[in-house]
């Protein structure tokens, strides 16, 4: 699944084609993805101008001059399109602007969603009304992190994932991220010390930022939106390395979290 590197880069590929264009052409080319398109959405998109792009936590964000706001989310295999040479397939939605470029979501396995929220009422829509703050955001710090699970008898790893702890966050990252900061996955939240938290959030920033700017992973079906697929991939220390050496010298462990696979490194991280 895309995750918030992805979508970050995602929104980066489509605001040079969409931002100040005006949409001519809105068309859902079936009724549904993981769940049915607005049925307005052609009649309060079409002739709207978009002003702005942005991400929160995995979905990106197609703002209006009406004060609409297009919300996708790519699911497991969802990605945009800009100008194919034919609309294929899976091609479930296609936008046409004004200076004739065009854009296609594409989406196989139909696990993604496009919803149509107000520009004032986008902090209730449900995904993001229980959502914690944005990981790279300024109110993500190791004092917040350490308040959030201080009552909490779960593992990291799993407060992480938790999107009401931290929005945005998935399952590379989080394994990413708990191994540059030295933290066991299983470590419980409550038991986890406040300097430990500063250097983890620290770690948090640095794997985000560091896959944004290599263009997200080349994970499953990611593509960017420039058909280019992102390479943050072979710099991963832990995820996906099962077997192989870590740096300390150690192997790369491997075990299963409520259906996810988790990697890590038993003598790097405590």
């Known amino acids: 699944m895309p995750e918030l590197p992805e979508v970050e880069t995602t929104v980066a ?10 949409l001519t052409l809105v068309e859902p080319r079936r009724a549904n993805l993981r769940r049915p398109f607005p049925i307005d959405l052609r009649q309060r998109m079409t002739g709207a101008r978009v002003i702005e792009l942005g991400r929160r936590a995995k979905y990106g964000l197609i703002v209006t001059d009406r004060d609409d706001v297009m919300i996708f989310h ?16 899976h091609d479930h939605l296609v936008l046409e602007t004004e200076d004739g470029r065009r854009l296609v979501l594409n989406d196989p396995r139909r696990f993604g969603s496009v919803d149509l929220v107000r520009s004032d009422e986008i902090d209730s829509f ?37 999107q009401r702890t931290v929005a945005g966050l998935g399952n590379i990252y989080v394994c990413e991220a708990l191994h540059m900061a ?23 920033k640095q794997v985000l930022k560091a896959a944004i700017a290599a263009g997200g992973s080349s994970l499953r079906d990611f593509v960017r939106p420039d058909g280019e697929l992102g390479y943050f991939a072979k710099d991963w220390l832990v995820y996906g390395r099962e077997g192989q050496v ?8 491997r075990r299963v979290d409520s259906g996810r696979s988790t990697f890590y490194c038993r003598k790097c991280q405590k």
């Open 74 to 89: 790519l699911g497991m295999s969802g990605r945009w399109r800009i100008d194919p040479a034919e609309i294929e397939k």
């Open 246 to 253: 870590c740096h300390c010298g150690a192997l790369v462990l």
């Open 13 to 22: 590929g489509l605001r040079p084609v969409l931002e100040g264009q005006r």
């Open 126 to 162: 449900a995904p993001f009304a229980v959502m914690g703050p944005e990981p790279l955001g300024d109110d993500f710090t190791g004092r917040y992190l350490k308040a959030a699970t201080k009552d909490r008898k779960a593992p990291i790893k799993q407060l992480l994932l938790d």
């Open 182 to 204: 030295g933290i066991s996955p299983a470590k419980i939240g409550s038991q986890i010390s406040g300097p430990r938290y500063d250097k983890l959030v620290i770690a948090i």
